[in-house]
C-alpha cells in the first residue's frame, strides 16, 4: 500500500472505531508514516484478501485498537496459507536454461503469494481409474500381470505359494491358524523344533505350511473371517513356562 491507501485505511479505521481517529494533523501524519513502514508490502486488495475485512473481523473480536502489526501478522497468516496449498506446475520454459526456468518458478510462486494469481492445487483421483485403466484390469483379471507374478515369486514364497496352491483348488492354509506351529490367521508357519527342556527353538518362516494347516482349511469350507488369535501356549517363543513345569526342570 501507498500513503494515499494507508490514509484511506486509517480513514476507515476511525469510523469504525472511533477511539483511533487523530484529529490533529502532526499526528495523523506520524500515524500514517508508522503505518505506511508495516505494511507497505500489505497490498490493500488481492485475490482473496481485503485489507478492511480484516480490520472489520478484528474490530469485531478485540476489544483492543488495531495496530499495523495486526494487519500485518493476518497478511503473513494469508500467505502462508495460498503457499500451502499451491504446487507448483511445471513451467514451460526450456529446462536447460536453468535461470529462464527458475526464474518462471520463482514468478509463479511470488504471484500466488502476493494474491495475483490462485493457487494451483494438485489434481487427485475422485471417481476411481480411467475406464480404458478399468478395461485392461478386467483383460488382465488383476493388477499384477500372471508374467510379473511369476517373476515375482521367487521373492515372495509365501505368497507364492498360496497362488498356486488357489489356482490348483486346494484350500487357502493361511486363512486359518496353524494348529502345529501355531501362526496366527494370515501369517507363515514357522520352523518350530522342540529343544531338550521341551521349550521351543528356531523361528524362521517356511514357504509351505504345515499339513495340518491344509487338513484344517479343509475342514472349514467357505471361510470368510479371520479367525480370531489364538491364546499363546507355554513352551513357545516369547512365553515363558510357568508352575510346575519350571519347578520340576529345576
Not at 480411467?130 to 505368497?159: F, K, M, N, T, W
Amino acid at each position: 500500500m501507498d500513503r494515499r491507501e494507508i490514509a484511506a485505511l486509517l480513514a476507515y479505521i476511525g469510523h469504525l472505531d472511533p477511539r483511533t481517529a487523530h484529529t490533529d494533523s502532526s499526528t495523523a501524519r506520524d500515524q500514517i508514516a508508522q503505518w505506511y513502514e508495516l505494511l507497505a508490502e500489505v497490498p490493500l486488495t488481492a485475490h482473496g484478501w481485503d485489507a478492511r475485512e480484516a480490520i472489520r473481523a478484528h474490530v469485531l473480536t478485540s476489544p483492543y485498537q488495531i495496530l499495523p502489526v495486526d494487519v500485518a501478522r493476518k497478511w503473513d497468516a494469508y500467505r502462508r496459507d495460498r503457499l500451502e496449498r499451491h504446487t507448483d506446475p511445471l513451467p514451460v520454459a526450456d529446462p536447460d536454461n536453468l535461470p529462464a526456468w527458475l526464474s518462471e518458478l520463482r514468478g509463479n510462486r511470488h504471484a500466488v503469494a502476493a494474491g495475483e494469481a490462485a493457487p494451483s492445487t494438485l489434481h487427485e483421483l475422485t471417481a476411481g481409474p480411467h475406464p480404458d485403466v478399468e478395461a485392461r484390469l478386467r483383460s488382465v483379471g488383476s493388477v499384477i500381470p500372471p508374467a510379473a507374478r511369476a517373476q515375482l515369486a521367487p521373492y515372495r514364497p509365501v505368497r507364492g505359494a498360496r497362488e498356486a496352491a488357489t489356482a490348483a483348488g486346494l484350500p487357502d492354509a493361511l486363512s486359518v491358524p496353524c494348529p502345529w506351529c501355531h501362526a496366527h490367521t494370515g501369517a507363515p508357519c514357522r520352523m518350530r523344533r522342540t529343544g531338550p527342556d521341551g521349550g521351543a527353538r528356531g523361528n524362521a518362516p517356511r514357504a509351505i505350511p504345515h499339513p495340518g494347516r491344509y487338513e484344517l482349511a479343509a475342514a472349514t469350507p467357505n471361510r470368510q473371517a479371520a479367525a480370531p488369535r489364538p491364546a499363546p501356549v507355554a513352551g513357545t517363543i516369547g512365553v515363558p513356562r510357568t508352575g510346575p513345569a519350571r519347578s520340576a526342570r529345576r
